[in-house]
């Protein structure tokens, strides 16, 4: 079966620091792989998508940054943190296809200090 | 107009009730609905996908209007571990980069003995 971690579960960072979240899937090949924010009492906002090794799309303009340097692999970054970078970000897979459904990793919950 | 919205609540109902929820989504090429579980300071988890003919799970059951362009989830005799936010997903048309899922912000269910 498939399962997606990520880590840290939890950290707190001052500002301007530097942060590497990491996501992996185990149990398929080449998902979609995706990271998401969720600021405390909204929805969630879709950051980077990726569909393969090296590919990935941001979908809003920002100071993170993602990478995929394997297939099961995703990777979120960021070289100076901000105070509204505090939130909770999900990682999650899909598998290609017009029905595929989302699956989260259990989240890393951010505060930015 | 936002492309995926729901009413965000609270909707407080006492134990044994029934409750329904709404969901309306501006993209009418959209090609599959999903309704997602959310518990608190956790990620979101697949309640259920939404079928074109309705599909039924246990108390909970989920109907797609696309005339109309609206899901709803109907949860029959609610139990306290009900008591969530729900999120409404839906995956848009197929692009070169894959076909996107947009979250609504959610309803929050609270669910009293």
């Known amino acids: 079966s498939q399962t997606i971690h990520q880590w840290p579960a939890t950290l707190v960072q001052p500002v301007g620091s530097p942060l590497s979240l990491e996501c992996t899937v185990e149990g398929t090949s080449n998902p979609n792989l995706y990271w998401y924010r969720q600021a405390a009492g909204r929805g969630l906002q879709l950051l980077f998508y990726s569909v393969g090794i090296g590919q990935i799309s941001s979908e809003v303009p920002q100071n993170l940054s993602a990478s995929r340097p394997q297939d099961r692999q995703f990777i979120l970054s960021s070289k100076k943190l901000l105070l509204s970078d505090s939130g909770f970000y999900l990682c999650a897979w899909s598998l290609g296809g017009l029905t595929g459904e989302l699956f989260f990793g259990e989240g890393s919950r951010l505060t930015v200090l | 107009r936002k492309e995926v919205e729901q009413d965000p609540g609270p909707f407080n109902v006492p134990e044994g009730a029934t409750v329904a929820f709404n969901c309306t989504y501006s993209n009418s090429a959209s090609q599959s609905f999903f309704w997602y579980r959310q518990d608190c300071r956790k990620e979101p988890k697949l309640l259920m996908s939404?079928?074109?003919s309705g599909n039924e799970d246990g108390r909970f059951t989920a109907q797609l209007n696309r005339a109309s362009q609206y899901i709803s989830l109907l949860i029959r005799d609610s139990k306290l571990s009900d008591s969530a936010t729900y999120l409404c997903v839906v995956r848009g048309p197929p692009n070169n980069a894959g076909n996107m899922l947009t979250f609504g912000g959610g309803t929050r269910l609270m669910v009293k003995p």
């Open positions: 939404v079928y074109s």
